[in-house]
């Protein structure tokens, strides 16, 4: 079992940047394929990005361009690097991972998942 905890949320103006980090622990971080998803409250939790473990990477067509998902396997950490944020990325962000050969984008089929760090994007 691979337990995973978020850091670097915060509020941050519209525009900014803003770098999410996924620490894993209890299992090799290079074992998972990983991603990220955010919820705001309402509404199903999304997908925001995924990376295999061959390092190639999908991403929501709202944050393409704008956001850029890496792992570091001998640190154990995934990393979230937003920029040009807009006030619609405001949510909790999750991190997720998986033991398949890719993540799903639907949220019910993961198995693993931080407890989530909040993201707010001023105007």
């Known amino acids: 079992q691979v337990l995973l905890g978020e850091s670097g949320g915060g509020l941050v103006q519209a525009g900014g940047s803003l770098r999410l980090s996924c620490a894993a622990s209890g299992r090799t971080l290079s074992s998972y394929v990983m991603g990220w998803f955010r919820q705001v409250p309402g509404k199903e939790r999304s997908f925001v990005t995924r990376?295999?473990?061959?390092?190639?990477?999908f991403y929501a067509d709202s944050v393409k361009g704008r956001f850029s998902i890496s792992r570091d396997n001998a640190k154990n950490t995934v990393y979230l690097q937003m920029n040009s944020l807009k006030p619609e990325d405001t949510a909790i962000y999750y991190c997720?991972?998986?033991?398949?050969?890719?993540?799903?984008?639907?949220?019910?089929?993961?198995?693993?998942w931080g407890q989530g760090t909040q993201v707010t994007v001023s105007s």
């Open positions: 990376i295999n473990r061959s390092g190639s990477t």
């Open positions: 997720a991972a998986d033991a398949g050969m890719t993540l799903p984008t639907t949220p019910d089929r993961i198995r693993y």
